[in-house]
């Protein structure tokens, strides 16, 4: 069974710039989420989505969007690029169909580097 | 609201001694209480959950946490530590569609 897998793993853009990361969930997983980690804040909630609808969001600017297909696949796109936004975003799938996420499955990650 | 405090950043063990990572939680709701743990470059893998019933949990790989509703807390435990198990420890408590985070723990064991 195939993992959370997120694409790509490493990239480096240029402030002002957007950029657009990919997570594909595990199959039958309808809930994903995304959390950003950096070495000063940690690991916060950025966004969750479940059947395409953003169920709750984390306290972080409208410079940071998300979506969900209907194929249960999301994306999360960052706009006007800040340095500060250097991070590892981490995508993670579940079940979670009550809100409850008894177990949450992490991809990989994508490495952010704005310069 | 939830909250999850951890209370050491670094903890340096020499290898097959014993371990504890502590952790503190607040929590309006029901708990649902997990370590996760992060190897270098990776995602973060599930240890061990604590959703209900008896308060030990254990992993597959010796780790065990004790859930104590008294104290709030969830500390991790491993009685002989490999070299291996060196990574960063994560306590998590399960809100609104999301999971709260600890600071993290990093473990180093010492050869």
């Known amino acids: 069974k195939a993992g959370v897998t997120q694409t790509p793993r490493y990239l480096i853009k240029t402030r002002g710039q957007q950029v657009t990361l990919s997570c594909s969930p595990i199959?039958?997983?309808?809930?994903v989420s995304w959390y950003q980690q950096t070495p000063g804040q940690g690991l916060q909630f950025l966004f969750e989505y479940f059947s395409e609808t953003q169920r709750n969001k984390g306290n972080f600017p409208g410079r940071f969007s998300g979506r969900q297909f209907s194929n249960s696949r999301s994306e999360m796109n960052v706009s006007t690029l800040e340095l500060g936004d250097s991070a590892l975003y981490l995508c993670?799938?579940?079940?979670?169909?009550?809100?409850?996420?008894?177990?949450?499955?992490f991809g990989q990650g994508t490495r952010l580097t704005v310069v | 609201a939830q909250s999850v405090t951890q209370l050491d950043s670094q903890v340096p063990v020499f290898e097959e001694a014993p371990v504890e990572l502590r952790c503190n939680y607040s929590s309006s709701v029901s708990v649902y209480l997990f370590w996760y743990v992060q190897y270098p470059n990776q995602g973060l893998q599930l240890l061990l959950k604590?959703?209900?019933?008896?308060?030990l949990v254990e992993s597959i790989n010796g780790f065990e946490a004790e859930f104590n509703k008294s104290q709030t807390s969830f500390h991790l435990r491993k009685p002989s530590v490999h070299i291996s198990d060196t990574a960063e420890y994560f306590c998590?408590?399960?809100?609104?569609?999301?999971?709260?985070f600890g600071k993290g723990t990093k473990l180093s064991v010492i050869p």
């Open positions: 199959s039958g997983h309808r809930s």
């Open positions: 993670a799938s579940s079940l979670a169909s009550n809100g409850v996420n008894t177990e949450a499955f």
């Open positions: 998590a408590v399960v809100g609104s569609y999301q999971l709260t």
């Open positions: 604590y959703l209900s019933g008896s308060t």
